[in-house]
């Protein structure tokens, strides 16, 4: 086999691994979001001496100080960092002796709820109610989300106390608050309205992936991902094939090596349209 041809298929899955360690490179971000979520570590914040906080409030960071953090309402979800817990509720706190109040942004914690938005069920996603410090069942219409619900709560049981708000009509309302644990994994809310058009096929090609309601935008990046995968690996197969036909006619002695190479070359391409069909999947179901 001439050493050209030898080298140019040699180069050629170099070239290839090295853009498949590229490829899990750019996925690593996203492994690693979900393995944080999945941790329980609490950190200690200040807060203001006239601000009460009470286990299971939901809180958010101070525009002015990023140290502190104070309670919440559905006006400032951008802010939206997590519950305030216990001390002995998780299992590594991060805090400086002078920090005496403790937020998870991360991990199965009670929560503060109500019933603005009707009961909560298991595996409900909650956000921000109206009411400061306290959460509800998210819709389709609040930007964040605080987790997943793991008990539920009707407004009926458990009920701890109420409060009032103003409707749409400017009526009181009577809402009722209670205390359940949830799944906090603070993320963009998954079922939030888009303005971005999904065709009913690939809206229930994706939900069937997902096991939830996906963001068009996660859908066309998923096909994005999934035409460049199969495009390298595809131009990677061609290529080498291609070439390793040629080099045996030239040289049908080294029949065996470049039959190695092409192989190699073959393994290569579908490693790395496996790893870009694994990139859709985290992509549909984070």
Partial sequence: MPKTDKLSILLSVSTFKRLLMGILLLLAPILLTQVTYAQTITQGYDVETDVSLQRGMIVGLKEEDPKKVEPINNSAIKRLHGVVVGTGDSSFVLAEQSQKIYVASGGKFDVLVS????????????????????????????????????????????????????????????????????????????????????????????????????????????????????AVSGSLIYSGVRSGMIAIGRNPLSRKSILRGIVQVIIVGLIIFIVGIFGVYLMLKL
């Fill in 115 to 230: 019933d603005q938005n009707g009961a909560i069920l298991p595996g409900d996603y909650v956000t921000v109610s109206a009411v400061t410090g306290i959460g509800m069942k998210s819709d389709d219409t609040q930007e964040l989300v605080l987790g997943k619900a793991i008990d539920s709560f009707d407004g009926v049981d458990r009920v701890l106390s109420e409060a009032s708000i103003k409707d749409a009509q400017g009526q009181d309302r009577k809402l009722h608050i209670g205390r359940i644990q949830v799944d906090i994994a603070i993320m963009r809310n998954p079922v939030l309205k888009s303005t971005a058009s999904l065709p009913s096929f690939l809206k229930t090609a994706s939900e069937y992936v997902a096991g939830k309601p996906v963001n068009p935008i996660r859908v066309y990046i998923s096909i994005a991902i999934l035409f460049a995968a199969a």
